[in-house]
């Protein structure tokens, strides 16, 4: 199970993996590389200076941690093992057993397991901040993969967007969130499962999602040992309305406390029990359409019709203009476009967009989870 080294590549794509690698092990600055789940923003998990630019290059707050990303299972054992302890040693430092059914089938995939942290961890202490675990994945896409294996090192990796925007799911995101701050973007095309992985604790009784996301709560639940599984619940963090926790319960996963995948437009939310918006409706929410033209999204999923000529035209004689777009019907389809459909509405310059939600089962969880936090109004009720 040794990786095997690349050491003379041939191909376009092995060469600038190479160029990526060797940047990885060398340079200071983040490299930025695909995964299936959102584009990545790596550094060696073990330096701390290349992790601190993690940090500043994003905007990112520094208590929220980061994922380290591994290419093979001796890279994951070798996070377990105090950086004292020689290589050879390797049977005392095991992934706990409860997580073996998930990596059996979920990795390499979208999902994050927490690992103990070594007293004398050789991971850069601005990789885990004030954790006493380290969120650990295997990525699916060759790319990543290969990254992982051929730098030999492990790759500690958020969402390669600036702070607070959608994750970006294309090359193309990338750029226009970093551009000027990062010199070299792998470009891998457009990623397969397009939200974020899937957060666990293993550790925790019962075990936790921390964050849904590419692997369901469905899909952990049928694995042995997770029958029991929990999803951490937002409320449960200190401070905040509705806190059901105490107030002395640290946050499970940082991340989840800070605003993230918003546009910089508005966001109107309506749950699947509520009605489609009518074209009054629509106009209520453009302010300013009685001076110039103001630009309305509509992002639908399952049950929303398209807007016909008759209701286009009514709302262009009262100034507005209309962004419509499928989103999808399967939840794989809706999880893989949303993030770009959301950047585009930014694009073109729409002031309030209109999402129809899903319900919270198998990717709809995850879903809705990341459309309620770029939410500006959920609308729940029936018109
Ligand atoms: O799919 C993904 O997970 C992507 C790709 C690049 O792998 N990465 C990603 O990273 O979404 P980021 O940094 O945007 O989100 C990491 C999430 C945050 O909510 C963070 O708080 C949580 O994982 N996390 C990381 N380490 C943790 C730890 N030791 N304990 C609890 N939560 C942790
Ligand atoms: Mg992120």
Known sequence: EDPKLITSPTSQTGKAIFYAAEK????????????????????DATRDEAVKNIFAVKGRPTDNPLIVHIGSLKQARDLLRPSNSP??????????????PLIEKFWPGPLTILLPLPR????????????????????????????????????AAPSANKSGLPSPTTAKHVREDLYKLVELILDGGSCDVGLESTVVD??????????????????????????????????????????????????????????HYSPTCGVRLY????????????????????SKVVRLGVLRTRRWK???????NWLAEKNVDVVEESLGESGEEISRRLFGALRRMDDEGVM????????????GLAVMNRLKKAASVVIRKKS
């Open 24 to 43: 990885l092990r060398s340079s200071d600055i983040p490299v930025a590389f695909p995964t299936e789940t959102v584009y990545g923003l790596g550094a």
């Open 87 to 100: 290589a050879s040693e390797k049977s005392n430092y095991d992934i706990p057993e409860i997580y073996a």
């Open 120 to 155: 004398n961890s050789k991971l850069s202490p601005y990789v885990y901040s004030t954790q006493v675990t380290v969120g650990v994945r295997m990525p699916s896409h060759p790319v990543a993969l290969a990254l992982a294996l051929t730098s030999n090192v492990p790759i």
């Open 202 to 259: 293993g550790l925790s009784n019962p075990p936790a999602i921390l964050r849904p996301g590419g692997v369901s709560l469905e899909q952990i639940r049928a694995c042995k040992g997770w029958e029991g599984t929990i999803v951490h619940k937002e409320d449960a963090i200190p401070g905040s309305a509705g806190s059901t926790a105490g107030a002395n319960v640290a946050p499970r996963a940082p991340g989840m406390k800070y605003k």
């Open 271 to 290: 749950l699947p029990e509520a009605d489609m918006p009518s074209i009054t409706e629509l106009k209520a929410t453009a302010f300013g359409s009685d």
């Open 306 to 312: 398209e807007f016909g000529e008759k209701e286009r």
């Open 352 to 363: 309030v967009v209109h999402i129809e939600g899903v319900e919270e089962d198998m990717e």
